[in-house]
């Protein structure tokens, strides 16, 4: 090894690339680290932590709108973006300081600046400086997609949209993702006037329709403009300040803010792939094998840069397989199948498993177990919002394939219920637990 600068060199301290050097240097191995903006990836400073936390702020305002019925009196109640803004930004710094202090801790060397392949063992820091490793692992992330229309530069991208200045009174998203949804519930809730735009007539594709089906009405009843089977085609800046959106079937929308959340690629442009011999795949994906190895042999890819599950915990296990494989004599890979997931929208969206759609194409029996029901939480709401579960269960084995929900704390539920998924439990299994009453968890025991 004493012929590299290096054992590893991991480009990017995200949560995959931090796992993986962390590990590969318990393992004894001599260790850096370059990323060009913050420690902590996309995640830390700009994903779903800061915006898990205003969501939780965008939750209390909806249960601040029935505190009556709960025997509070509550005078005039004030939101202030900026200091939620500047509470959460504080956290992402915290954080930051952390993930900077684990690698220190565990002995990494870190570089505040971009590096870029100059072969297949070689990168190049932006100081000038030339480094050699016997691996490289690259762990760059995601990016934002912008489409292309005239006044695409006066938008934003949930990239910037943590560091408004002020709260937009009148915000267009644009997309069907998970990022779209939860950011138009997130400032509908904090009191904007939000609109959803679509290029199609169904949101959170992904996802078992029978239950996303649920959320545009509720979306609706709660004050949002969904207008879908829509794209924007113009942007421009009105006198005044504000902006104009023109929409493809003829609207016109007048918006303080437009938030693009249309998807993300690979964040793989000027890395210099090619000097090691790699081609990029769809999206600017980097192409790996199971166990995270690219096309060639020492260079290695973890996380939403290789576009396979663009999950946070997904890159944490990927890196730190890669570092069992190169350094502690345990080759293994990441187990893709069966990996929950949860949208954070109002009310939130839950997955595990296959969708009944997914079922109907592998098995040739499935069987449909649902439970439609009002939580007791939303008793004390004038919105008669219910909440939906639903059980995809293979009918010649009887083991569920699939869980999937809608409705308050569903992302708390399913990670206990994907356990059991995973395990390869049956409906019978289920059946026979005991329930805790009164809860929502309780319908996933309680199923017909």
């Not at 069987?367 to 639903?390: A, L």
Request: glycine share 10%; proline share 4%.
């Amino acid at each position: 090894m004493a012929e590299y600068d290096y054992d590893l060199f991991t480009i990017g301290a995200g949560s995959g690339g931090v796992r993986a050097s962390r590990i590969a240097a318990s393992y004894g191995a001599k260790v850096a680290v370059a990323e060009e903006y913050r420690f902590g990836g996309t995640c830390v400073i700009r994903g779903c932590v800061p915006k898990k936390m205003l969501v939780y702020a965008s939750i209390f305002a909806e249960q601040l709108s029935h505190a009556t019925t709960k025997g509070w009196t509550i005078g005039d109640a004030i939101f202030d973006w900026a200091t939620l803004r500047d509470f959460v930004n504080s956290d992402v710094d915290r954080l930051e300081g952390l993930y900077g202090d684990t690698l220190g801790n565990a002995g990494v060397e870190r570089f505040n600046e971009r590096a870029v392949f100059t072969g297949p063992n070689s990168v190049k820091l932006a100081s000038g400086r030339e480094i050699s490793a016997r691996y490289v692992l690259v762990a760059t992330g995601s990016w934002p997609v912008m489409p292309e229309f005239p006044g695409n530069d006066l938008c934003i991208t949930s990239n910037e949209i943590f560091h408004l200045p002020q709260q937009p009174k009148r915000l267009v998203v644009m997309g069907g993702g998970y990022i779209a949804v939860e950011f138009a519930g997130i400032f509908n809730a904090l009191g904007s006037k939000v609109t959803l735009v679509n290029r199609s007539e169904t949101i959170l594709r992904t996802y078992e329709q029978g239950v996303v089906e649920r959320l545009p009405p509720i979306m609706q009843a709660r004050g949002m403009d969904l207008q879908m089977n829509a794209q924007i085609t113009k942007v421009e800046k009105a006198d005044e300040g504000s902006l104009v959106v023109s929409l493809s079937n003829g609207a016109r929308i007048d918006a303080d803010q437009v938030l693009i959340a249309t998807g993300r690629s690979a964040n793989t442009a000027g890395l210099g792939l090619e000097a090691a011999g790699i081609s990029l795949g769809h999206n600017g994906a980097i192409p790996v094998n199971a166990y995270s190895k690219t096309s060639c042999d020492s260079i290695y890819a973890v996380g939403d840069v290789t576009d396979r599950v663009q999950l946070t915990p997904v890159a944490i296990r990927e890196g730190h397989a890669v570092a069992d494989t190169l350094f502690g004599d345990n080759p293994r890979h990441v187990d893709h199948s069966m990996i929950a997931s949860a949208v954070f929208s109002q009310p939130s969206i839950a997955a595990v498993g296959l969708t009944e759609e997914q079922a109907r194409r592998e098995f040739d029996d499935v069987k449909i177990y649902t439970s439609d029901f009002r939580p007791m939480g939303n008793i004390f709401s004038p919105r008669m919002e219910r909440g939906f579960y639903k059980m995809v269960v293979d009918g010649d084995s009887d083991r569920v394939l699939g869980i999937h929900m809608i409705g308050p704390d569903s992302a708390e539920i399913i990670q206990a219920a994907a356990v059991a998924v995973k395990a390869g439990l049956t409906k019978a299994d289920f059946d026979a637990t005991v329930a805790i009453h009164p809860t929502m968890a309780e319908e996933l025991v309680l199923l017909k």
